[in-house]
């Protein structure tokens, strides 16, 4: 079985998408039969990268095609990738690529055209949605293009990798006559946080955090969708109960920012922290330090067929989620599992509300052994949800789309 790992702009813009893509790549790798099957990384690049040790477990396995971004004409970028991809399949046999993105997935629709391939496309989100949700109709023909890549996509790839059972309904829903549809959610490296695991109040002690009281933690970026004045306004209802709450933010950028929020909500700097750009292992010593996890989002598409990695890592560490039901399957597995607080969308304005709800999750977790139980079950489910694990399943439909 020869494999390429098909993306985009992964090895120069580091972001939480590129890390996923990675992270996919090295689990899949190590679940295959060396000698015997083969998974290489072809990415897409605008510009070359030369920091790549530790990337991929062989750097004969990463091949970078460098084609170049043209501000006038942002698609003729595709058309160098098509030129480069024909060449480098016509040399290389193939018997499957894993696109990940409508872009690269639309290219390998393409070139099957020419070869006797299978395409999976990973799908990863909704992109016509995600571009609305960004840019509104201001750019008609690049949305156009969008949505034409997405259909395409959707209805003619050999089968489709999915985030969630919402973008699975969704896809459905948009395009009738759609590909098979496969739901494999992002994975978490469960080992890292048993590894980094210490007792709780000494963690603390080591970071500098309060040693009493409850700690929510929020991780991730500060974009719009974030909603982070709202998670703010979120932790001061909190605190109205809970005096001495503490919040841990780790950003990957707009720490002056989340502090001209903090202070806008009348919130002292002493209840706070702000941290930005940590390594993974520091990130995990902040989750295994805390006791709530916190994802705001808005109800709308782009939300509510995405499955945030940030859910999983949150669980690992065994910490209860407070989401809110924009997030469609996390907030589903929070109820089904007791994994901790489901709010609505809806009601985050409404003061009664959010205290009446407070006031049932602090009952709660000042029950004996029932914080101590949740968090058993949030480390339940997450590792249900290892890469190992992922790369099984993906392996599994490999094999599956291979044979039909």
Not at 73 to 84: M, S, T, W
Not at 207 to 213: A, C, D, R, S
Not at 313 to 318: K, Q, T
């Amino acid at each position: 079985m020869n494999c390429i790992f098909l993306s985009k702009d992964i090895l120069k813009r580091r972001s939480g998408y590129s890390e996923r893509v990675l992270s996919s790549f090295r689990a899949i790798s190590a679940g295959l039969e060396r000698g015997k099957d083969t998974l290489r990384l072809v990415t897409i690049e605008a510009e070359p990268s030369t920091v790549v040790d530790g990337l991929v477990p062989d750097k004969s396995d990463l091949i970078q095609l460098v084609c170049r971004n043209f501000r006038l004409y942002y698609n003729f970028q595709d058309i160098i990738a098509l030129v480069k991809l024909f060449k480098y399949l016509r040399t290389n046999k193939t018997d499957l690529i894993h696109a990940h993105g409508v872009d690269c997935g639309f290219l390998a629709i393409l070139l099957k055209l020419f070869f006797n391939f299978k395409v999976i496309v990973d799908i990863h989100g909704a992109p016509s949605a995600e571009f609305l949700y960004w840019w509104g109709k201001k750019k008609r023909l690049q949305y156009g293009l969008t949505r034409f890549k997405e259909s395409i996509c959707c209805r003619y790839a050999d089968e489709l990798f999915v985030v969630s059972y919402a973008l699975k309904d969704y896809i459905s829903k948009q395009y009738s006559a759609g590909a098979t549809m496969t739901v494999i959610n992002c994975a978490v490296d469960t080992a890292i946080f048993r590894k980094l695991n210490v007792v709780p109040g000494e963690q603390r002690k080591l970071l500098g955090l309060p040693e009493k009281g409850l700690i929510f933690i929020y991780s991730g970026s500060s974009q719009k969708w974030q909603m982070l004045p709202e998670t703010v306004k979120l932790f001061k209802t909190a605190r109205s109960r809970s005096r001495d709450a503490f919040f841990v933010a780790c950003l990957n950028s707009g720490k002056t920012d989340l502090e001209k929020i903090f202070e806008s909500n009348g919130i002292d700097r002493d209840c706070y922290l702000i941290v930005e750009k940590l390594s993974k292992q520091e990130l995990v010593r902040y989750l295994n330090a805390s006791d709530i996890g916190i994802i705001i989002r808005d109800s709308s598409i782009v939300n509510l067929v995405a499955f945030p990695t940030k859910f999983l890592e949150y669980l690992a560490a065994g910490l209860p989620v407070i989401v809110t039901d924009g997030l469609g399957d996390p907030s589903r597995i929070v109820i089904e599992n007791g994994l901790g607080l489901v709010l609505a969308v809806s009601n985050l304005t409404n003061n009664s509300y959010l205290k009446r709800e407070f006031d049932s999750f602090f009952n709660k977790l000042a029950q004996p052994f029932y914080l101590t139980a949740v968090k058993e079950r949030c480390v339940s489910y997450a590792s249900a949800n290892t890469w190992k694990l992922f790369s099984i399943r993906c392996i599994e439909r490999y094999k599956a789309v291979l044979d039909t």
